[in-house]
C-alpha cells in the first residue's frame, strides 16, 4: 500500500505530518505522494477539498480520509491524538470504501469552440461583478426560468452542507445521486418570476444556464475562482465519477450535521 500525505502549511499540521511519515516508517508502509493508493490529508474540510483538485485525475484508485486539527469536519474523521490507531487501521485495510457522488460541469466560451469541463466536490457558482445578473436557467432542455438576482448556486449533496445551506438550500444525504440548484438573493416582482425554492435534481437530468450577452460574470469551483471570459453557457449534472473514502471509522452523516449544527443535545 502506497500513501500519500498532503496538509496545509500551519505549524501545528507540520507537526503532525512528521508524526505520521515517522509512524508509517517504522511500520514499514510506503510513502507516495505521486501515486498513492490512500491519501491522507492533515488539517481541515479545505485542505481535503485542496486534495481532491489536486489528485482529481486519479479518483478511480485513490481513496481518501482525513486528519483535523480543529473541530470534527464533513470529510476528517481522525484526530491528531489517534494516528497510532490510524497506522494500524491502515496495516489491517482490506480496501473498503464510502462513495460520494461529484457534480460534472461544462463551460462554453464565447470564443471557444470546445466547451471545458470541471469537477466539483462542494459546489460551484454563478455570479455577476457589482450588480445583479440576468439568465435563462433550463432543466433537462427545457427553458424553465428568467432568474434575475445575486447568483445562482449548484451544489453536491455533500456541498448542501456548505455554502448552499447558508442560502436557505436542503441539506441532502450522500447516498443520493443529485444535485441541488439554490437561488442567491433573486429579485421577484411583475416582470421577474423565479421558483424561488431550492430545486434537486436526479441523476439522468441537467441545469443549463445562459447568462445575459454581458462579460463580467464570474464563477466558482469549490474554492476556484474564474473569471475573464464571456460565458456563452453552463452546463450542470451529476458526474459519473465519485470519490471515495477509506472506510475505517467514517462518520454517519448525520451525526456529522449534528456536529456541525447542532452539537451534543446531552450537555443541554
Known amino acids: 500500500m502506497k500513501i500519500g500525505i498532503f496538509a496545509n502549511d500551519t505549524p501545528q499540521t507540520e507537526q503532525i505530518k512528521n508524526q505520521l511519515e515517522q509512524k508509517l ?3 514499514h508502509i510506503t510513502i507516495d505522494n505521486a501515486n498513492p493508493d490512500i491519501v491522507i490529508t492533515i488539517g481541515g474540510d479545505g485542505t481535503l477539498l485542496s486534495a481532491f ?14 486528519v483535523h486539527t480543529g473541530h470534527l469536519g464533513f470529510y476528517t474523521d481522525w484526530r491528531a491524538g489517534e494516528l497510532d490507531d490510524l497506522v494500524i487501521s491502515l496495516q489491517s485495510d482490506n480496501g473498503q470504501a464510502v462513495s460520494y457522488p461529484l457534480l460534472d460541469i461544462s463551460v462554453t466560451y464565447h470564443d471557444e469552440n470546445q466547451a471545458r469541463h470541471y469537477l466539483a466536490l462542494n459546489e460551484a457558482t454563478l455570479k455577476r461583478i457589482g450588480m445583479t445578473m440576468g439568465a435563462d ?15 445562482l448556486c449548484v451544489s453536491t449533496p455533500t456541498g448542501s452542507t456548505a455554502y448552499n445551506k447558508s442560502l436557505g438550500g436542503a441539506v ?6 443529485v444535485i441541488q440548484l439554490t437561488e442567491i438573493g433573486s429579485l ?11 430545486m434537486i435534481v436526479p441523476v439522468n437530468d441537467w441545469i443549463t444556464i445562459v447568462p445575459n450577452q454581458a462579460s463580467d ?5 469549490d474554492q476556484e475562482n474564474i473569471y475573464g471570459k ?19 471509522r467514517h462518520t454517519e452523516f448525520w451525526r456529522r450535521v449534528q456536529a456541525a449544527f447542532i452539537g451534543d443535545l446531552n450537555e443541554n
Do not use: C, W
Not at 436557467?137 to 447568483?151: A, K, N, P, W
Not at 464571456?230 to 475505517?248: D, H, L, P, T, W
Open 188 to 198: 421577484n416582482n411583475l416582470v421577474y418570476r423565479t421558483i424561488s425554492s431550492p
Open 25 to 27: 516508517s517504522d511500520r
Open 230 to 248: 464571456q460565458i456563452e453557457q453552463i452546463m450542470f449534472k451529476v458526474s459519473k465519477r465519485k470519490i471515495r473514502f477509506a472506510k475505517y
Open 53 to 66: 483538485h489536486h489528485y482529481q485525475e486519479q479518483l478511480e484508485t485513490i481513496r481518501f480520509l482525513g
Open 137 to 151: 436557467v433550463y432543466i433537462g432542455g427545457e427553458l424553465f426560468e428568467r432568474f434575475r438576482g445575486d447568483g
Open 217 to 221: 460574470f464570474f464563477m466558482t469551483v
Open 172 to 177: 441532502i444525504h450522500p447516498s443520493l445521486d
